[in-house]
């Protein structure tokens, strides 16, 4: 269960980047860019399914989490939590432990055969229910499950990642158009700040992807990537 | 005959989501397109197999261009068979597309 300790959010965050930092789960690689699922150009990678090898640091960003989540939302708000296929399992299920709830998880598509399930584990009709998945870029795979999880009966009202790109300036209102709002533990602005104090790479790396932090689209489309979000 | 459906990932920048769409649209093309099911199939698969094997991966710019090089490879073969070819041309094409596609999944580890 929960520690009851409630840290400031500036701690967490700076804690949760150095924690991603100290076990190479960050990479920027200007020169050989990576592509994310929209088609964007990016210097930046982040690899969150590190984290649940190592004990110590996940045992805190779920205290950390369930921090957050009682802060910002209650106590008392959520009937369950579900994680999202296939990152956001685990982390659903420690974080459902923390706040001492039952957990499901929803498939990103249905099986397509047999009882052709999408969403797996009990869930009442009119649940309320914190969607986790292990990171949030433009928020598109959450609207997918959570339209999933309100075809059931239930519904999404709020959503947690351990991190958040925080690049995409629509992506909380697009969550919150979908009725969900976002919690999360760190952010890409959170990463560079430690990566500067603690001179992690090299300045011209740093400056590089700050340029993408900045103007993603742009940077993208200087990059062989696209040059414009699909809305 | 069928290079709207790579158009369509080019346009939409070659990511996982770019992949996925073509691999619908290849299997909602099957129901019109009887005489085609089979090489519209085949696409379907490739792109497919694209999803699983770089959703939630990191994909470098380099591998999203040999991916594309190799479905765009797949899909002119099955289009110039399949666009006036004899049953014959059309059945060596599809021989040809489906070991491609089992080479890749060999080499890429997918099942």
């Known amino acids: 269960m929960f520690s009851n300790t409630f840290p400031d959010r500036a701690v967490i965050s700076e804690t949760v980047a150095k924690m991603l930092l100290e076990i190479n789960a960050v990479h920027f690689r200007a020169d050989q860019p990576f592509t994310f699922t929209s088609g964007l150009a ?11 090898s190592y004990p110590r640091i996940r045992s805190a960003l779920m205290d950390f989490g369930a921090s957050i989540i009682f802060r910002n939302v209650g106590f008392e708000q959520f009937d369950a939590v579900a994680g999202g296929e296939t990152a956001g399992i685990p982390f659903a299920a420690w974080l459902a432990d923390r706040l001492g709830l039952p957990m499901q998880y929803v498939r990103k598509k249905p099986k397509g055969f047999g009882r052709d399930a999408q969403i797996e584990g009990a869930l009442a009709e009119g649940a309320r229910v914190l969607l986790v998945e292990d990171l949030t870029t433009d928020g598109g795979s959450k609207l997918k499950f959570a339209e999933a999880i309100a075809r059931t009966g239930a519904r999404v009202t709020d959503t947690f990642a351990v991190f958040y790109y925080d690049i995409f300036p629509d992506t909380p209102e697009k969550l919150a158009a979908a009725g969900m709002r976002l919690h999360y533990l760190a952010t890409w602005w959170d990463i560079l700040k430690v990566c500067k104090d603690e001179n ?32 | 005959m069928f290079d709207s459906l790579v158009k369509a990932i080019s346009d939409a920048g070659g ?21 085609n099911s089979a090489a519209l199939l085949l696409i379907s698969y490739a792109a497919q197999r694209f999803v699983e094997s770089y959703d939630d991966q990191p994909l470098t710019v380099e591998e999203a261009a040999e991916e594309f090089n190799h479905i765009t490879g797949m899909v002119t073969l099955l289009g110039n068979a399949f666009a006036g070819g004899s049953a014959e041309a059309k059945l060596d094409a599809m021989n040809e597309a489906a070991r491609r596609l089992a080479d890749t ?4 580890g997918s099942n």
């Open chain 2, 15 to 35: 990511g996982v989501r770019a992949y996925d769409a073509c691999a619908r649209a290849a299997r909602a093309r099957i129901a019109k397109e009887p005489d």
């Open chain 2, 105 to 108: 999944h060999r080499t890429d």
């Open chain 1, 42 to 52: 990016s210097p930046v990678y982040i690899d969150c399914r590190k984290l649940i």
């Open chain 1, 200 to 231: 992690r790479f090299p300045t011209a790396t740093i400056a590089e992807v700050e340029l993408f932090l900045n103007g993603p689209v742009a940077w993208s489309a200087n990059h062989g990537g696209i040059s414009e979000l699909a809305r």
